[in-house]
T-cell receptor, first 110, second 109 residues
């Protein structure tokens, strides 16, 4: 069966610091991968998606970036965090239309 | 207009009651629809996929009305464990999904 891992689970970072969140998927090959952010009391906002190694599409302009160095690894990064980057970051995978989420990373920028 | 709109609730219902709520979507070309469940501070989990006019899974029934562009979710014989936020999700095409902000359901003893 497929499993998806995210780490860290929680993170508190100062404004201006860098960020690296990692997501890995097991039990499937060539999945579509997604990064979402959920702000408090808000819906999920799609940040990036990837259909293959090195193929990244950005949904919204921001100070975040994503990379897919391996088939089942998806990384979300920032060089300098803003207060507005706080939120719940979720990675998801799909093989068809349904998407399955990892446990998420709760980021607080102070 | 938002792509997916939901009544945020909360819907407070006693155990054993039936609760139903709707979601509307703006893209008439959408073909696939889903309901996800999200517990507090947890990730969303797929509850049901809705590919035709509707489907039923145990106590949960989803219905799709393409003419009016809405999807409904009905929960029968509510359990305390059904307390959660229910996210309405619509396929945008190109393997991307649009999420509603969620409807909160609280089942009380």
């Amino acid at each position: 069966s497929q499993t998806i891992h995210q780490w860290p689970a929680t993170l508190v970072q100062p404004v201006g610091s860098p960020l690296s969140l990692e997501c890995t998927v097991e039990g499937t090959s060539n999945p579509n991968l997604y990064w979402y952010r959920q702000a408090a009391g808000r819906g999920l906002q799609l940040l990036f998606y990837s259909v293959g190694i090195g193929q990244i599409s950005s949904e919204v302009p921001q100070n975040l970036s994503a990379s897919r160095p391996q088939d089942r690894q998806f990384i979300l990064s920032s060089k300098k965090l803003l207060l507005s980057d706080s939120g719940f970051y979720l990675c998801a995978w799909s093989a068809a239309l349904e998407q399955y989420f990892g446990p998420g990373t709760r980021l607080t920028v102070t | 207009r938002k792509e997916v709109e939901q009544d945020p609730g909360p819907f407070n219902v006693p155990e054993g009651a039936t609760v139903a709520f709707n979601c509307t979507y703006s893209n008439s070309a959408s073909q696939s629809f889903f309901w996800y469940r999200q517990d507090c501070r947890k990730e969303p989990k797929l509850l049901m996929s809705v590919y035709s006019s509707g489907n039923e899974d145990g106590r949960f029934t989803a219905q799709l009305n393409r003419a009016s562009q809405y999807i409904s979710l009905l929960i029968r014989d509510s359990k305390l464990s059904d307390s959660a936020t229910y996210l309405c999700v619509v396929n945008r095409g190109d393997y991307k999904l649009s999420f509603g902000a969620g409807t909160t359901v609280t089942v009380r003893a």
